[in-house]
């Protein structure tokens, strides 16, 4: 199983940027559906971003579209959420997650559905405020 360590977050203000990684170790992550969720303090777990194992597979929440990019990169075996014009209501826990899928069957839509996804980091905290 590939293991999964975040890192990137921080303090910003509306308006500023952050890039979070996500870096494997143990396996090649190129060989998995990645994905980044967020918790809020009292809110639920939700899917903000996932990549396929073909880079053009990309789905995002509806929020964050058009703000956020993720992608990943082969040589550090790490996968990226770039998230520009960051709002308050982005604060919450990053978390990223994998999943093996040799058959690419995870696109589109099903790259935000947590029941897929089994292996877990252990979350990097972001925080927007003025």
């Known amino acids: 199983q590939v293991q999964l360590v975040e890192s990137g977050g921080g303090s910003v203000r509306p308006g500023e940027s952050l890039m979070l990684a996500c870096r494997g170790s143990?396996?090649?992550?190129?060989?998995?559906?990645t994905a980044w969720f967020r918790q809020a303090p009292g809110k639920a777990r939700e899917a903000v971003a996932g990549i396929g194992l073909s880079t053009s597979s990309t789905a995002y929440l509806g929020s964050v579209e058009g703000r956020f990019t993720i992608s990943r990169d082969s040589g550090s075996n790490t996968v990226y959420l770039l998230m520009n014009s960051l709002k308050v209501e982005d604060t919450g826990v990053y978390y990223c997650a994998a999943v093996h899928d040799p058959r690419q069957t995870v696109a589109g839509a099903t790259l935000l559905d947590p029941s897929l996804y089994h292996t877990w980091g252990q979350g990097t905290l972001v925080t927007v405020s003025s």
């Open positions: 143990g396996r090649t992550l190129s060989h998995y559906a």
